[in-house]
């Protein structure tokens, strides 16, 4: 989130502008590289922005849940799944048009999360941690167990939608932008949605859990519609994702996509909105960056990179970010919000 | 008569606030010394600070030897054991086991048996309850459980904070009895923090007064008793 | 009758297993308020140790030993080289540490010994056990052996010595653990060891069973999570109980449940998690976190 400047007091410039008119300029050559971008790479490197992009939404979801209101999740890659899976059958078995599959897919995951968020009003931090990590470990295995829906270990295939209204654009072009359209639509909505009261009372709940309660928030609703609606972008992402990769199967959703999902919202910068984006690029190229230095053991690769990451910047990437930014601006640093999460 | 404890300019800190403002105060060997100050002085601060629980800068002197900057576990191993603020029990634990905590540094089992015998002779009621949680004692028997663990380490200083808190008055007596004791009988130095001022200057040999972090007054306990403003503020004559 | 009799030892066996490692989590859990998510792929690590020291020539209980002593010396390297470094960093930033753990064992174990899975040794016989008119595995039982003698190792050491109240104490009040002289990062240390040695026992155990691979301990874990919820994660012997009962339903509804079958046991395991928390969200033997304001 940007920084809020008292307004009565002289407001600190950089280089002639303020911290956010630097914002608005950044959000804005931001904007022009990400429409720029696919004409000037390559087919594939479309296709893996556009997973970035998807994983971003993903992990504003996930950012949602734990950054801002404190609940824990290792089970996102569940409703990543149950997003990709309603698109995949709805477009294989019942031939309905690929694009009323993502809002029904996001709708989807919106109830299936909300009911899985009413044990919330019961579970804090570490053991809501540990029934989604059973609900992401289980995933696969339900998946195979219906058959006749999911096409057990096969798996789906998907046809890759054209580019409508003859549009210039080749599929994966298509996909792309279609992709960062509906990402900014959700990253809008995310922004007012958290600036607003919600989001006030969101993070009153992961700050004073008690006390927001006496102070008239319904904890236990708005617990649960953050989950069902970090479920919704997640699901949404998930939707994006079958498209985009033309195929599901069980073992796409294993525990290591919500472990990953995790890792990026971290890495990232939890309670931050730009650190999702920066996450979803982590999880993407990372890993391959991994896998291009050791062959041989590219997950231990990883893993040594994350402990020496999060012993350098705890806070995460978008969290660091902010930490310098503002020491420009101000001279002294805000504390690094590394997402509180639950009481210990 | 040399000083076994002995701080120079000793600041003490949380986080960015300092608590202690370079204080000087020595304990003699075999002697009490007693920290008197309103609330919020910085008595508890400056026990913490002896023994290394919280950051400090300045000089901290156990027996000839500097210990500023030491870990807490070294310091105690040296024999300086604290009653703590707050009484420090190990609640889940039953009261025998928090007794064997206190020697955990000791190597002579006879003697800690021993000790098991001297403590429950002193704390009766510590025996009664042996086998008890250490949770479910009540505020002043738990109170008695700290001293009691405190004396199983056979320290050469005690650092008491507040010892004399929610103890009934009789067993206040009592306490400040046992404590004259240990330190006439067995040579044990004592830096006592008390809100009875009254007791504590009865008991102890040395007093400070602090202020804020600062050593505001400083001598024998006879002569702060003839001063005027602590009989005001703190012995209500 | 019988058949019943057969799956419930069946399912103590391995319900000892997960209690093993149930009771690992629960020993790191208590020091630090934190499940090790990298516990099984650590146990996983000390299998292959095992199965490396057998294939060099040393007999079974050799390799054993000195797999446990590994695992020990193992545990407390890492705590004292990478997790001590992580002390007072926010929760999720260590949860991402444990996961860099996994991932670290996880790929090294496949680099060093492939992918491939191996069969693992039982020590012991082949043949089964008849009591009465019931036969049970000897490996089985062996195991469900085993597993008793850790864990009433482990009780004797936790409650009679004074290495084991030490560790104790630094796990509940490190305040006052330092206040006697308890050095406190090195009892978090051997609780890191301890609880690797155990998880390398349930390792060595249960591989024979499902044979030896880098992936074996992932359903694992979660039953060992399963029943440490379940018996209270904040009391060792509810996670031995809990680790019991989890291993001896799961058997049970794999074996007379038609629909359920090998393929939804973890989703079994799954609801009961779910089940028992929404019933007692501090587990069956565990006391109340109280959250404060
Ligand atoms: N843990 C802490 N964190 C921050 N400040 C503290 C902490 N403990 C004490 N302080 C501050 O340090 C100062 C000295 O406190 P200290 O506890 O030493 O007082 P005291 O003399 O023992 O008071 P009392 O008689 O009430 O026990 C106070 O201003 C207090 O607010
Ligand atoms: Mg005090």
């Known amino acids: 989130m940007e920084a809020q400047l008292p307004a009565t007091s002289i407001i600190p410039r950089v280089g002639g502008l303020t911290l956010a008119q630097w914002q608005r300029l950044g959000l804005a050559a931001v904007l022009i590289v990400a429409v720029a971008l696919p004409f000037v790479v390559g087919n594939y490197r479309v296709f893996q922005f556009t997973l970035a992009m998807i994983y971003a939404i993903a992990l504003l979801g996930l950012n949602m849940l734990t950054g801002f209101n404190g609940q824990f999740s290792l089970g996102h890659g569940a409703f990543y799944a149950i997003g990709a899976y309603t698109t995949a059958i709805m477009l294989d078995r019942w031939g309905i048009a690929y694009g009323w599959t993502i809002p029904v897919a996001g709708l989807v995951c919106l109830v299936v999360g909300f009911l899985f968020g009413l044990p919330a009003l019961r579970l804090e931090g570490l053991y809501l941690a540990l029934a989604t990590f059973a609900l992401a470990l289980a995933a696969p295995q339900i998946l195979k167990y219906f058959e006749g829906w999911t096409g057990g270990v096969q798996g789906i295939v998907i046809i890759k939608p054209a580019a409508p209204f003859g549009l210039p654009l080749n599929e994966d072009e298509w996909l792309y932008f279609l992709t960062l359209a509906i990402l900014i639509v959700l990253f809008a909505l995310a922004r007012n949605l958290l600036r607003g009261r919600v989001g006030r009372a969101m993070v009153a709940i ?12 319904n904890s236990a609703l708005y617990k649960s519609l953050t989950f069902g609606v970090s479920a919704l972008y997640t699901g949404i992402a998930g939707s994006l994702g079958a498209i985009v990769v033309q195929f599901v199967a069980p073992d796409s959703f294993s525990i290591f996509l919500s472990i990953n999902f995790l890792v990026g919202s971290v890495v990232g910068g939890l309670a931050t909105i730009s650190g999702a984006i920066i996450g979803g690029i982590f999880i993407l190229f990372v890993p391959n960056m991994a896998e291009l230095v050791s062959k041989a053991a590219p997950g231990a690769i990883y893993g040594i990179f994350l402990i020496v990451f999060m012993y350098v910047m705890p806070g995460g990437i978008a969290g660091s970010l902010k930490m310098v930014i503002h020491r420009w601006f101000s001279g002294n640093a805000p504390a690094v919000n590394a997402g509180k999460v639950a009481t210990k | 008569m040399s000083a076994i404890l002995h701080t120079s300019k000793l600041q003490a800190f949380y986080g960015r606030t300092k608590a ?14 007693t920290i008197l100050g309103a609330n919020g002085a910085g008595k508890t601060t400056t026990l913490r600070a002896v023994c290394g629980m919280i950051p400090t800068q300045g000089d901290v002197t156990f027996n000839g030897q500097s210990i500023a900057g030491k870990a807490t576990e070294d310091i105690v191993r040296l024999g300086v054991a604290q009653v703590p603020d707050g009484r420090g029990t190990f609640v889940n634990l039953t ?6 905590l206190g020697a955990f540094t000791r190597k002579d089992k006879a003697g800690v048996l021993q000790d098991f015998e001297r403590v429950f002779h002193l704390f009766p009621v510590l025996l009664q309850r042996r086998h008890q949680q250490a949770g479910t004692l009540s505020g002043g028997e738990q109170q008695m459980l700290a001293i009691a663990r405190a004396l199983m380490l056979r320290p050469r200083l005690m650092l008491l904070d507040e010892p004399s808190f929610g103890l009934a008055p009789l067993v206040v007596q009592e306490l400040f009895a046992i404590l004259r004791a240990i330190n006439r009988d067995e040579g044990v130095s004592m830096l006592l923090v008390e809100q009875n001022a009254s007791l504590a200057l009865e008991l102890a040999d040395h007093a400070y007064l602090l202020e804020t972090g600062r050593a505001v007054l400083s001598g024998t306990t006879e002569e702060i008793k003839r001063d005027e403003s602590v009989r005001r503020s703190y012995l209500g004559y | 009758m019988e058949i019943l009799v057969q799956q419930i030892v069946a399912g103590l066996a391995t319900g000892g297993i997960y209690a093993s490692l149930a009771l690992a989590l629960v020993m790191i859990y208590q020091a630090t308020e934190l499940v090790n998510f990298a516990q099984g792929e650590m146990a996983m690590f000390s299998t292959y140790i095992a199965w490396s020291l057998m294939n060099v020539g040393l007999p079974y209980w050799a390799a054993f030993f000195l797999t446990i002593a590994i695992s020990l010396a193992g545990g407390i390297l890492i705590q004292r080289g990478i997790i001590r470094l992580f002390e007072k960093a ?17 790929s090294t174990a496949g680099w060093i010994f492939t992918y491939l899975i191996k069969p693992f040794p039982s020590p012991f016989p082949q043949a089964a056990v008849t009591l009465g008119t019931v036969q049970f595995g000897s490996h089985d039982l062996g195991a469900l052996g085993v597993t008793i003698v850790v864990l009433v190792l482990l009780y004797v050491f936790f409650r009679y ?15 006052s653990s330092r206040l006697v002289g308890i050095r406190v990062g090195w009892m978090l240390a051997l609780g890191w060891g301890l609880a690797a040695a155990v998880g390398a026992v349930a390792g060595m155990m ?15 874990l979660l039953y060992a999570f399963a029943a440490a919820l379940f018996g209270g994660i904040t009391s060792p012997g509810g996670a031995v109980v809990g680790g019991l009962t989890v291993g001896v339903l799961e058997n049970l509804v794999g074996a007379f449940v038609p629909f359920v079958g090998h393929e939804l046991k973890l ?7 779910i089940g028992v928390l929404l019933i007692k969200p501090s587990g069956l033997f565990g006391k109340a976190v109280v959250t404060r304001v």
Do not use: Y
């Open chain 2, 95 to 100: 009261v025998e086991e928090n007794l064997r």
């Open chain 3, 206 to 220: 249960v591989a024979h069973k499902v044979f030896l691979d880098p992936l074996m301990m992932g359903g694992i």
């Open chain 3, 90 to 106: 926010p929760i999720l930033s260590v949860v991402i540490v444990f996961i860099g753990l996994l991932l670290i064992f996880q």
């Open chain 1, 206 to 217: 992961r700050d004073h859990h008690i006390a927001a309660e006496t102070m008239g928030v």
């Open chain 3, 267 to 273: 989703t079994v395991a799954l609801v009961l998690i």
């Open chain 2, 20 to 33: 202690l403002h370079g204080l000087d105060f020595e304990v003699r060997e075999g002697g009490i010394t």
């Open chain 3, 161 to 175: 010595t004074s290495l084991g109240l030490a560790m104790r104490a630094a796990a509940q009040n490190p305040v």
